[in-house]
């Protein structure tokens, strides 16, 4: 674990209501960017998720994770909004559209939990998230 000893995501804790924004406007793109790895990177070697009803632990988890859910989930895109945040933890609501294999669209609405080290990575995340089944015309994230 020597490589997480030497990381350091900036913001770091404890918050301010500026830096938690920060913290969230860095995840949104990182997301957004469906990059694996480079999301992979903003959390602890040893992190705990749950999403919906699956629970990931660690960055191989999750990178495995994320590459088969951008397989899955097509012309991704993502929207994190500020809920709530203290010296170490964030909660965000978030809404993300997607298109399936078969070509239907998706919006999902969320919440998330986020706890963080000391050094800025988080080690807990708690997703809860629900899909609506909508239209191409209903989309409004772009």
Same mark, same amino acid.
């Given at each position: 674990? !020597? !490589?997480? !000893?030497?990381?350091?995501?900036? /913001?770091? /804790? /404890?918050?301010?209501?500026?830096?938690?924004?920060?913290?969230?406007?860095?995840?949104?793109?990182?997301?957004?960017?469906?990059? /694996?790895?480079?999301?992979?990177?903003?959390?602890?070697?040893?992190?705990e998720w749950r999403n919906r009803s699956l629970f990931v632990n660690g960055r191989e988890e999750i990178q495995a994770f994320l590459t088969d859910k951008w397989q899955n989930e097509e012309?991704?895109?993502?929207?994190?909004?500020?809920?709530?945040?203290?010296?170490?933890?964030?909660?965000?609501?978030?809404?993300?559209?997607?298109?399936?294999?078969? #070509?239907?669209?998706?919006?999902?609405? #969320?919440?998330?939990?986020?706890?963080?080290?000391?050094? #800025?990575?988080?080690?807990?995340?708690?997703?809860?998230?629900?899909?609506?089944?909508?239209?191409?015309?209903?989309?409004?994230?772009?």
């Amino acid at each position: 674990m !020597q !490589q997480e !000893q030497d990381e350091i995501k900036l /913001p770091v /804790p /404890p918050f301010t209501l500026e830096t938690a924004k920060q913290k969230i406007q860095l995840a949104e793109d990182a997301w957004n960017s469906q990059d /694996p790895i480079k999301v992979s990177k903003a959390y602890t070697v040893d992190s705990e998720w749950r999403n919906r009803s699956l629970f990931v632990n660690g960055r191989e988890e999750i990178q495995a994770f994320l590459t088969d859910k951008w397989q899955n989930e097509e012309n991704y895109k993502l929207k994190k909004e500020y809920w709530a945040h203290s010296d170490d933890r964030i909660a965000v609501r978030f809404e993300y559209e997607y298109q399936n294999k078969d #070509g239907d669209w998706f919006r999902a609405y #969320g919440n998330e939990n986020w706890e963080f080290n000391e050094k #800025g990575l988080m080690k807990k995340r708690y997703a809860s998230i629900n899909d609506v089944a909508i239209s191409e015309e209903e989309r409004k994230l772009r």
